[in-house]
């Protein structure tokens, strides 16, 4: 069973414009959200990640937002350019566990 | 200088046979994991182990065996491999067990079983 809920599966964004991905989970002792950043070929590269003691977190072009009310939190990448394009990866774990639990993945394509 | 490795890139073997993976991680890190990513690009833990003891093992099937000689290396065997096997199987470790924060992950195995 999929603790982490992880959608759109695929989007495709042009030059410049913003790419969303959204996650929910159920587990509300979870309370660490990173974001993996994956490329063909590689593996999975930690990107970003966020506590639910904030609401947003933002690196670069990569922001966090957390709604802890609704166990939702979602990554907005501004200004998305060709080089983005990858498959993202959601994930949350409690930290008194060992075990991170993973989204679907979403692959992001960004034309030219 | 890279910080977590596996070896080979590539595995194609036939069904039945016997092959490994090895692991190597230089960041001082004390836990080390397997993950397996399928077809559909999800990806689930097998292993972790701590210290070079065994923490999770995921029903795993048992033809599955890790070793970890040391801290900084952890193996994976596999044993009468199946069709089912072929996945990208990735390696990762992370400073601690709990919480295990900042996991960071080798470049992947893509096994592929004939």
């Known amino acids: 069973q999929q603790q982490v809920k992880q959608s759109p599966q695929s989007l495709i964004v042009q030059k410049g414009g913003i790419s969303i991905i959204n996650c929910a989970y159920e587990n509300t002792a979870f309370d660490y959200f990173p974001w993996y950043q994956q490329f063909p070929g590689k593996g999975p590269a930690l990107l970003i990640a966020?506590?639910?003691?904030?609401s947003e977190k933002k690196e670069g072009r990569f922001t966090i937002s957390f709604n802890k009310s609704a166990k939702q939190f979602s990554l907005h990448i501004m200004d998305s350019q060709p080089g983005d394009s990858a498959t993202y990866f959601c994930?949350?774990?409690?930290?008194?566990?060992?075990?991170?639990?993973f989204g679907a993945g979403t692959t992001v394509t960004v034309r030219a | 200088d890279t910080a977590v490795s596996q070896t080979p890139k590539y595995l194609v073997t036939q069904m039945g046979n016997d092959k490994s993976i090895k692991c190597e991680q230089n960041l001082g890190h004390d836990t080390m994991y397997w993950y397996k990513q399928d077809s559909k690009k999800f990806l689930k833990i097998m292993f972790s182990?701590?210290?070079?003891?065994?923490?999770i093992n995921e029903t795993v099937p048992n033809r599955f065996s890790p070793k970890s000689p040391d801290k900084a290396h952890l193996n994976l065997h596999i044993n009468s491999l199946e069709l089912g096997d072929s996945a990208v199987y990735f390696c990762?470790?992370?400073?601690?067990?709990?919480?295990?924060?900042?996991?960071?992950f080798g470049p992947g195995t893509r096994l592929t079983v004939t």
């Open positions: 182990y701590n210290n070079k003891e065994l923490i």
């Open positions: 994930a949350a774990l409690s930290s008194n566990d060992y075990k991170l639990s």
């Open positions: 966020i506590r639910p003691d904030v």
């Open positions: 990762a470790s992370s400073a601690r067990l709990v919480p295990a924060y900042e996991q960071y």
